[in-house]
């Protein structure tokens, strides 16, 4: 055990001695990664204000379902328990004609002439039925199954879903999905380039330290022990570069709430963004490490087992 523990601490001890005297080296490995572990870490956090912002919109937004005059109390909650069962339905909300002219008073206080004019053709608002979608994507779905024939019959006019609104949705939430396909995409290439690059730093280490490396393996040193400490080198890597791209981060939100000077930045809600990161920073501090403990010690696993492969057999 004691051996073992002697080992461990070897080759811990090289795998640091070689990052610091290959550290002009390392630099290009642990840029790339820094700039893929600083892209991860935006991209969770824009995620999670996206999110938000998504969770708020959606809140405003519902379909309003105009019923005509003549239809039935059981035709009308026939329709309610139809819709409540529908997949994509958060709540389903009922307003009588006269609740409707309530709420229409009190959003046009203001503007006496609109009331009296209400008023005067006794009520022409049709009693109405509120629906509030989970989610901004299937809101169509809704629709749907609102302009189906026997249900469009029940309405005085098409649902609030359509024309100018319709399309103002619709750009919210295709701007949203792309920016998150971006992000993923984003996040992918920068993983693979940082991969690649210490890749190649780790088989340029293997090059310097040939002769090194077949001195060992003639005095007997085993596969692990020469492959360790280029892991324990790409793992040194992925911690620096997690704590950098969390610096990063923490001094943009820094930067930005001085600068800018604003709580939002078009549907990037900047606010919550800090806040979000402040709440969560030691989880997400774990999820950079982890990150980058991962992808350098992959990385140097694979160009190891490749590069070293002949001279450890």
Known sequence: MKRKVITLWRIIHTGIVNFIRNFSLSMAA????????TIVLFSVITNAAFGNTIAQVTNKIGISVYLNNSVSQSQTQTLLNELKTLPNVKSVKYQSQAQVLASYEAQNASNQNLITGAEEIQNPLPATILVQPNNLNYIRNIKAFLVRPNIATLQADPPSYSGSQEAAINKITRATNILREIGVATVVVFAVISALIIFNTIQMAIFNRRN???IMRLLGATTGYIR?????ESIVYGIISGVISVSIIYFLFVASSNALQASSL???NITYANKYFDNNFLILLTMQLVLGIVLGATSATIATRRYLKFKTN
């Not at 642990?30 to 572990?37: R, S």
């Open 212 to 214: 090194e490396i077949q």
């Open 266 to 268: 078009g549907i990037l």
């Open 228 to 232: 360790g400490p280029f892991i324990v």
């Open 30 to 37: 642990m840029a790339v990664m820094v700039v893929t572990l």
